[in-house]
């Protein structure tokens, strides 16, 4: 179903939809997905149970017992055609998480590969990996994975050949012209720089995800000891990703 310009309302099985908002990654169409959710979260359509953002579209979950494809389609046209049409509101960077990482050595088995790649020195890559302010787009692969937007292209590389069967907790990765975190341990093949200590998903809190998407996140470089310390006020429970007030 088409609802105007670059938007198409989409079935997803019997008891969701999809709202395409475009084609594109692009911070701009990114934060139109993120009016729409708050548009629709304000509205309290009946029937809608989740909201779930990605680069550029919206997926919705609704009771099928309250309500159809048709009906919650018809919702959603108008307010689908108006994120599009509407000029984006600013992007609030005015409070920004601030994730620890220390990186190479064993915290960052890929770090030398990653330089090799670039045409530059490990602390080069480290420079260029702290420095940009990144968008969290969506969260994905894993609870609370971060997808940021902002990485600098000049550190941009492949994925492993043949990925680990398991990630550290905390591994901080690269992979083509993204970067993110592994919030579990897990199996991937991005290539890890460096890791944080850092909690990114604690299924005891609510929420449960540290680092929400729509949000804004910079690197930190950290020693190996402020590392350690850091995961020891996370094992007392006293430690909560620092979140910094930007002035204008």
């Not at 919705?60 to 017992?65: A, G, I, N, S």
């Not at 592994?182 to 944080?196: E, H, S, V």
């Not at 402020?226 to 094992?235: I, W």
Request: charged letters at 25%; proline letters at 10%; glycine letters at 10%.
């Amino acid at each position: 179903m088409e609802a105007g310009p670059r938007v198409r309302i989409l079935p997803a099985g019997e008891s969701a939809l999809v709202i395409e908002l475009g084609d594109a990654i692009d911070p701009g169409l990114n934060q139109q997905v993120y009016e729409l959710a708050t548009a629709i979260e304000r509205a309290s359509v009946p029937g809608v149970q989740e909201l779930i953002p990605t680069y550029r579209s919206l997926l919705v979950r609704y009771d099928p017992l309250r309500t159809g494809f048709a009906e919650m389609a018809r919702n959603f046209e108008q307010m689908a055609a108006a994120a599009v049409s509407a000029r984006p509101h600013r992007e609030d960077r005015r409070f920004v998480f601030e994730v620890p990482v220390a990186y190479g050595g064993a915290d960052g088995p890929d770090l030398p590969e990653v330089a090799r790649h670039a045409g530059l020195t490990e602390e080069e890559v480290i420079g260029h990996h702290t420095f940009p302010t990144y968008r969290v787009y969506m969260l994905g692969f894993a609870p609370g994975f971060p997808y940021l937007g902002g990485l600098d292209p000049r550190i941009a590389c492949p994925r492993l050949k043949t990925p680990r069967t398991r990630v550290p907790v905390g591994s901080v990765g690269i992979a083509e012209q993204q970067t993110g975190i592994y919030p579990l341990a897990t199996p991937g093949g991005w290539q890890i720089i460096g890791r944080t200590p850092a909690p990114l998903f604690r299924p005891d809190h609510e929420p449960p995800v540290a680092i929400m998407p729509g949000s804004f996140m910079r690197f930190v470089r950290v020693s190996a000891e402020e590392a350690d310390a850091v995961r020891d006020l996370v094992h007392d429970g006293r430690y909560e990703i620092p979140v910094r007030r930007r002035g204008f």
